[in-house]
Protein backbone atom coordinates (compact mmCIF):
# COMPACT_ATOMS: atom_id res chain seq x y z
CA UNK A 1 0.00 0.00 0.00
CA UNK A 2 1.09 3.42 -0.10
CA UNK A 3 2.19 5.43 3.64
CA UNK A 4 3.59 8.83 4.35
CA UNK A 5 5.19 9.03 7.68
CA UNK A 6 6.13 11.81 9.70
CA UNK A 7 6.01 13.28 13.14
CA UNK A 8 3.10 13.98 14.78
CA UNK A 9 4.10 16.78 16.73
CA UNK A 10 7.69 18.69 17.00
CA UNK A 11 8.85 21.45 19.57
CA UNK A 12 11.99 23.92 18.95
CA UNK A 13 13.17 27.19 19.96
CA UNK A 14 12.45 30.71 18.22
CA UNK A 15 15.96 31.52 16.79
CA UNK A 16 17.06 27.90 15.90
CA UNK A 17 16.74 24.95 13.63
CA UNK A 18 14.09 22.39 13.34
CA UNK A 19 14.29 19.38 10.47
CA UNK A 20 11.13 17.74 9.81
CA UNK A 21 11.43 14.07 8.50
CA UNK A 22 8.85 12.50 6.20
CA UNK A 23 9.48 8.61 5.04
CA UNK A 24 6.77 7.77 2.10
CA UNK A 25 6.24 4.20 -0.01
CA UNK A 26 4.13 4.85 -3.21
CA UNK A 27 3.38 2.70 -6.44
CA UNK A 28 5.66 4.93 -8.36
CA UNK A 29 7.08 8.12 -7.66
CA UNK A 30 6.82 11.56 -9.48
CA UNK A 31 8.06 13.84 -6.41
CA UNK A 32 7.85 15.09 -3.04
CA UNK A 33 5.70 18.18 -2.09
CA UNK A 34 5.88 19.87 1.37
CA UNK A 35 2.98 21.78 2.35
CA UNK A 36 2.79 24.64 5.07
CA UNK A 37 -0.17 24.96 7.03
CA UNK A 38 -1.36 27.38 9.55
CA UNK A 39 -4.20 26.51 12.04
CA UNK A 40 -7.61 26.99 10.58
CA UNK A 41 -6.77 27.82 7.03
CA UNK A 42 -5.46 26.36 3.86
CA UNK A 43 -2.40 24.43 3.08
CA UNK A 44 0.21 26.75 1.12
CA UNK A 45 2.69 25.22 -1.00
CA UNK A 46 6.37 25.70 0.09
CA UNK A 47 8.58 23.43 -1.95
CA UNK A 48 8.84 20.46 -4.39
CA UNK A 49 11.86 17.66 -4.95
CA UNK A 50 12.35 15.33 -7.50
CA UNK A 51 15.69 14.86 -8.01
CA UNK A 52 18.20 13.79 -4.61
CA UNK A 53 19.64 16.84 -2.73
CA UNK A 54 18.88 19.35 -0.90
CA UNK A 55 16.56 22.66 -2.54
CA UNK A 56 17.07 25.93 -0.33
CA UNK A 57 14.60 28.37 -0.23
CA UNK A 58 15.42 31.31 1.98
CA UNK A 59 15.36 29.83 5.60
CA UNK A 60 13.80 26.66 4.18
CA UNK A 61 15.32 24.01 2.16
CA UNK A 62 14.12 20.42 1.37
CA UNK A 63 16.24 17.27 0.56
CA UNK A 64 14.97 14.28 -0.76
CA UNK A 65 16.81 10.55 -1.52
CA UNK A 66 14.76 8.71 -3.48
CA UNK A 67 16.79 5.57 -3.13
CA UNK A 68 15.64 6.05 0.84
CA UNK A 69 12.69 7.30 0.28
CA UNK A 70 12.95 9.82 2.36
CA UNK A 71 12.70 14.04 2.93
CA UNK A 72 12.86 16.25 5.36
CA UNK A 73 12.14 20.47 5.18
CA UNK A 74 14.83 22.21 7.19
CA UNK A 75 13.69 25.12 8.66
CA UNK A 76 16.34 27.55 9.79
CA UNK A 77 16.89 31.04 12.35
CA UNK A 78 12.76 30.02 13.41
CA UNK A 79 9.95 32.84 13.46
CA UNK A 80 7.06 32.41 15.80
CA UNK A 81 5.12 33.15 12.56
CA UNK A 82 6.39 29.71 11.73
CA UNK A 83 4.48 27.71 14.30
CA UNK A 84 1.97 25.24 11.94
CA UNK A 85 1.54 22.07 10.71
CA UNK A 86 3.75 20.65 8.10
CA UNK A 87 2.33 18.51 5.86
CA UNK A 88 4.58 16.34 3.46
CA UNK A 89 2.91 14.86 0.08
CA UNK A 90 4.03 12.57 -2.38
CA UNK A 91 3.18 12.02 -6.28
CA UNK A 92 2.52 8.33 -7.34
CA UNK A 93 2.76 6.60 -10.42
CA UNK A 94 -1.03 8.51 -11.27
CA UNK A 95 0.31 11.74 -10.35
CA UNK A 96 -1.80 11.88 -7.39
CA UNK A 97 -0.90 12.99 -4.43
CA UNK A 98 -0.58 10.68 -1.12
CA UNK A 99 -0.36 13.05 1.65
CA UNK A 100 0.99 12.11 5.32
CA UNK A 101 -0.99 13.74 8.15
CA UNK A 102 1.28 16.88 8.68
CA UNK A 103 3.23 17.56 11.85
CA UNK A 104 2.40 20.50 14.24
CA UNK A 105 5.81 22.47 14.60
CA UNK A 106 5.40 24.45 18.01
CA UNK A 107 7.81 27.47 18.55
CA UNK A 108 8.89 28.20 21.71
CA UNK A 109 10.35 32.00 22.84
CA UNK B 1 -7.71 38.87 -5.98
CA UNK B 2 -6.98 35.71 -7.91
CA UNK B 3 -7.58 32.48 -5.81
CA UNK B 4 -9.96 30.06 -5.45
CA UNK B 5 -13.02 30.64 -3.12
CA UNK B 6 -15.24 28.48 -1.17
CA UNK B 7 -18.67 28.70 0.19
CA UNK B 8 -19.72 28.56 2.49
CA UNK B 9 -17.12 29.16 5.44
CA UNK B 10 -18.90 27.12 7.47
CA UNK B 11 -21.84 24.98 7.75
CA UNK B 12 -24.16 23.02 10.47
CA UNK B 13 -26.17 20.23 9.09
CA UNK B 14 -28.60 18.20 9.94
CA UNK B 15 -28.20 14.64 8.30
CA UNK B 16 -29.99 13.75 5.60
CA UNK B 17 -30.06 17.19 4.31
CA UNK B 18 -28.44 17.36 0.85
CA UNK B 19 -25.93 20.17 0.99
CA UNK B 20 -23.65 21.31 -2.37
CA UNK B 21 -20.70 22.83 -0.96
CA UNK B 22 -19.58 25.90 -3.75
CA UNK B 23 -15.61 26.15 -5.12
CA UNK B 24 -14.75 28.43 -7.71
CA UNK B 25 -11.10 29.23 -9.05
CA UNK B 26 -10.34 32.18 -11.66
CA UNK B 27 -6.49 31.05 -12.28
CA UNK B 28 -7.85 29.21 -15.64
CA UNK B 29 -6.54 26.04 -14.08
CA UNK B 30 -7.38 22.98 -16.02
CA UNK B 31 -7.28 20.40 -12.55
CA UNK B 32 -9.64 20.49 -9.43
CA UNK B 33 -9.88 18.54 -6.68
CA UNK B 34 -12.15 17.69 -3.66
CA UNK B 35 -10.17 16.88 -0.44
CA UNK B 36 -11.33 16.23 3.21
CA UNK B 37 -9.26 16.86 6.01
CA UNK B 38 -10.11 15.28 9.61
CA UNK B 39 -7.60 15.23 12.95
CA UNK B 40 -4.72 12.72 12.72
CA UNK B 41 -5.61 11.38 9.11
CA UNK B 42 -3.47 13.24 5.86
CA UNK B 43 -5.83 15.21 3.03
CA UNK B 44 -8.40 12.67 1.83
CA UNK B 45 -8.70 13.18 -2.28
CA UNK B 46 -13.01 12.80 -2.97
CA UNK B 47 -12.74 13.39 -6.25
CA UNK B 48 -10.95 15.23 -8.72
CA UNK B 49 -11.26 16.33 -12.52
CA UNK B 50 -8.57 16.75 -14.48
CA UNK B 51 -10.64 18.93 -17.45
CA UNK B 52 -13.91 20.89 -18.03
CA UNK B 53 -16.59 17.84 -18.56
CA UNK B 54 -14.55 15.05 -16.79
CA UNK B 55 -14.48 13.60 -13.38
CA UNK B 56 -12.82 10.71 -11.70
CA UNK B 57 -13.08 9.24 -8.00
CA UNK B 58 -10.43 9.42 -5.26
CA UNK B 59 -9.70 7.78 -1.93
CA UNK B 60 -13.14 8.25 -0.18
CA UNK B 61 -15.86 9.18 -3.09
CA UNK B 62 -18.66 7.24 -1.11
CA UNK B 63 -21.50 9.60 -0.58
CA UNK B 64 -20.25 12.38 -2.69
CA UNK B 65 -20.67 13.50 -5.81
CA UNK B 66 -19.15 16.13 -8.51
CA UNK B 67 -19.98 18.15 -11.69
CA UNK B 68 -17.24 20.37 -13.86
CA UNK B 69 -19.34 22.03 -16.11
CA UNK B 70 -16.85 24.48 -17.05
CA UNK B 71 -13.38 25.46 -16.24
CA UNK B 72 -13.62 27.63 -13.18
CA UNK B 73 -16.52 25.74 -11.16
CA UNK B 74 -16.37 22.43 -9.09
CA UNK B 75 -19.04 21.56 -6.69
CA UNK B 76 -19.60 18.81 -3.94
CA UNK B 77 -22.76 17.53 -3.45
CA UNK B 78 -23.76 15.42 -0.30
CA UNK B 79 -26.78 13.65 -1.36
CA UNK B 80 -28.18 12.94 2.53
CA UNK B 81 -25.50 13.77 4.52
CA UNK B 82 -24.15 11.51 7.53
CA UNK B 83 -22.49 12.85 10.91
CA UNK B 84 -19.13 10.69 9.82
CA UNK B 85 -19.39 13.57 6.93
CA UNK B 86 -18.48 16.67 9.77
CA UNK B 87 -15.20 17.59 8.32
CA UNK B 88 -13.05 20.04 6.44
CA UNK B 89 -13.37 20.73 3.04
CA UNK B 90 -10.85 21.96 0.82
CA UNK B 91 -10.96 22.23 -2.94
CA UNK B 92 -7.80 22.84 -4.60
CA UNK B 93 -6.74 23.71 -8.50
CA UNK B 94 -3.77 22.81 -9.99
CA UNK B 95 -2.67 23.77 -13.64
CA UNK B 96 -0.77 20.47 -15.53
CA UNK B 97 -2.42 17.73 -14.23
CA UNK B 98 -0.12 14.16 -15.08
CA UNK B 99 2.57 16.36 -15.04
CA UNK B 100 5.60 15.78 -12.12
CA UNK B 101 5.73 19.31 -10.40
CA UNK B 102 2.38 20.32 -10.86
CA UNK B 103 1.45 22.38 -7.74
CA UNK B 104 -2.13 22.00 -6.53
CA UNK B 105 -3.25 25.29 -4.93
CA UNK B 106 -6.08 25.24 -2.74
CA UNK B 107 -9.04 27.29 -1.82
CA UNK B 108 -10.08 28.14 2.27
CA UNK B 109 -12.13 25.30 3.61
CA UNK B 110 -15.54 24.57 4.58
CA UNK B 111 -16.25 23.86 8.07
CA UNK B 112 -18.81 21.37 7.95
CA UNK B 113 -20.93 19.65 10.74
CA UNK B 114 -23.62 17.30 10.05
CA UNK B 115 -25.63 16.61 13.33
Known amino acids: GQNIDQPTEMTATEGAIVQINCTYQ??????LFWYQQHAGEAPTFLSY??LDGLEEKGRFSSFLSRSKGYSYLLLKELQMKDSASYLC??????????WGAGTKLIIKP | IAGITQAPTSQILAAGRRMTLRCTQD?????MYWYRQDLGLGLRLIHY???????GKGEVPDGYSVSRANTDDFPLTLASAVPSQTSVYFC??????????????FGPGTRLTVL
Open chain 1, 26 to 31: TSGFNG
Open chain 2, 92 to 105: ASSDSPGLAADTQY
Open chain 1, 89 to 98: AAMDSNYQLI
Open chain 2, 27 to 31: MRHNA
Open chain 2, 49 to 55: SNTAGTT
Open chain 1, 49 to 50: NV
